[in-house]
């Protein structure tokens, strides 16, 4: 069994394809994903006593049955399994590396951490399991994980292992917060982020509501064979992240038939006019494409890009609105709103 990635092939995979294939922010993870009134579902778990140990939590691929409070944790998702660990204080013993970021690390788990160091798990295809099992986890977190129906019988057999509820493309990110604060029987620190993090985005909506509010935008970048891949549906992670703002996606680009990777619909470069609303953002891998993309004359043409009210995006950037976490969210709200200010200012 192999899972869709939202990034134009399934697992399992090198980490490397989350960036060299199809590009950045198409992940689907539901409107909920960067909202600020909802706390997500309720972990459903069983133990002793309400945050105790032993503790089974459910997840789509098996249980976790974790009889005490975990004290060596390894996270094997693609980015947020350590993002959320990290936020909630605890430190893994060793994580897999997020291979986007030079270090290995994101900037927003660097900066939490303060200069505490995680032994990374390098590979290419096939998770290190004896390397894994020879750290002697108590608790492995994969609830970020893409190959996890491929992996989930080796993991377990390691240690307790936590899935994702649903499927990775469609837990919130309050849900998977309070999933692993259950599990790592820190429930009242999740709670408490999840609080912190919804009113920083409410905070944020407000402040600038007279000059985001209503406008339109449209989110893209360059698909694989070159043609203009633009995220289209409300569901997608950064979309929904720049919903919650007050803006709204435009309606040339909600009507377009799904292709491809889930909430996205692939536009020709002939088309390119679609890609226009009051505020056009686009996010590059590299200079090469930015250059590309910038230097067709279609592009150029746009109005958005005319009285400037458009927004190159960097990798990083696009990376904290597409995998929302309750460390990336303060991130891409440093980032990405003043850029918005800006260019909303000019519509």
């Known amino acids: 069994m192999s899972h869709n990635n939202g990034y134009g092939a399934a697992r399992p ?12 922010g198409a992940l689907s993870a539901g409107l909920a994903a960067c909202g600020g009134g909802s706390s997500g579902s309720t972990p459903t778990t069983s133990g002793s006593a ?6 089974t ?3 789509a ?10 004290r060596k944790v390894v996270t094997v998702g693609f980015m947020r399994d350590l993002d959320e660990a990290v936020s909630l204080g605890v430190t893994p013993v060793a994580t897999t590396p997020a291979t986007n970021f030079d270090s290995g690390l994101p900037p927003w788990v660097e900066a939490k951490l303060g200069g505490t160091k995680v032994e990374q798990l390098s590979y290419e295809d096939n998770l290190p399991f004896e390397k894994i099992a020879a750290l002697g986890p108590d608790l492995i977190l994969a609830t970020d994980s893409y190959s996890l129906a491929d992996d989930y019988a080796n993991l377990s057999a ?6 994702y ?3 990775v493309a469609e837990d919130s990110w309050q849900t998977r917060v309070s999933r ?12 408490k982020v999840i609080s912190d993090v919804s009113a920083k985005i409410d905070a944020a909506r407000k402040q600038n509501e007279k000059v985001l509010t209503g406008k339109t935008f449209s989110f893209s970048l360059l698909n694989a064979e070159g043609a203009l891949a633009t995220i289209v549906l409300p569901t997608d992670a950064s979309a929904a992240f720049i919903s919650q703002l007050g803006l709204k996606l435009s309606d040339k680009v909600t009507g377009l038939p799904q292709s491809g990777p889930a909430g996205r619909a692939v536009v020709a470069q ?26 067709d004359r279609l592009f150029q043409g746009l109005s958005a890009v005319k009285r400037g009210a458009y927004i190159p995006l960097e990798v990083e950037t696009a990376l904290s609105l597409a995998f929302p976490s309750t460390l990336s969210i303060p991130y891409a709200l440093d980032k990405i709103v003043p850029l918005l200010v800006q260019a909303a200012g000019k519509a």
């Open 57 to 59: 939590v459910d997840g």
């Open 13 to 24: 995979l090198s980490r490397r394809f989350f960036l060299t294939a199809a590009g950045v």
């Open 158 to 163: 390691v240690a307790p292992t936590l899935s």
């Open 61 to 70: 691929e098996g249980k976790a049955v974790i009889p005490a409070q975990p």
């Open 50 to 55: 309400a945050g105790g140990f032993p503790l």
């Open 270 to 295: 002939e088309s390119t006019e679609l890609l226009d609303a009051d505020v056009v953002i686009f996010s590059f891998r590299t200079p090469e494409e930015r250059a590309k993309v910038e230097g």
């Open 165 to 167: 509820e649903k499927d």
């Open 180 to 191: 692993i604060g259950a599990a790592l029987g820190r429930k009242d620190e999740a709670a």
